[in-house]
């Protein structure tokens, strides 16, 4: 009898540490699913200089947006479960000719743990500057381009 308790026991043991650790499992994919990330964007490049954005993802189109020197434009959004989360946007400003920027804003492969949930970006005369909390430096990241 005590032979088939005990192994009744190690059975039920068996359900104890299995049940805990799917528990485990849909904590911590919660924590990571929960988790929301800000996206902002600001115009750095003139006092008299206007930068249009507009920005999306495959789900969200989050319209064009007119910046004046120092104003920003933010989002926040939680990225899917499939890590395949992107949003990208078309910045453009005039100065004798049109110069534009096409960039990711996000993407969860590089920036999950790069700006990780606060993902700031810089736009200046030079070109576009991203956020690095961990030297806590802009770092350049894309020239404008041209049109005629």
Request: charged share 20%; with cysteine.
């Amino acid at each position: 009898m005590r032979l088939t308790k005990a192994a009744g026991d190690g059975s039920m043991t068996a359900v104890v540490v299995t049940g805990m650790l799917q528990l485990l499992i849909m904590a911590t994919l919660y924590h990571v699913a929960s988790g929301k990330v800000t996206i902002q964007i600001t115009n750095f490049i003139g006092y008299d200089d206007v930068l249009m954005i507009g920005c999306r993802s495959q789900d969200d189109d989050l319209g064009q947006h007119m910046l004046s020197y120092g104003q920003s434009t933010e989002w926040k959004f939680k990225p899917n479960f499939t890590k395949t989360t992107l949003f990208y946007c078309n910045a453009r400003w005039k100065t004798d000719v049109m110069l534009h920027v096409h960039f990711d804003a996000y993407e969860y492969m590089r920036d999950n743990y790069g700006c990780g949930s606060d993902c700031r970006w810089l736009f200046t005369v030079n070109g576009v500057y991203a956020y690095n909390s961990k030297h806590d430096s802009w770092d350049f990241r894309f020239p404008w381009y041209s049109s005629l």
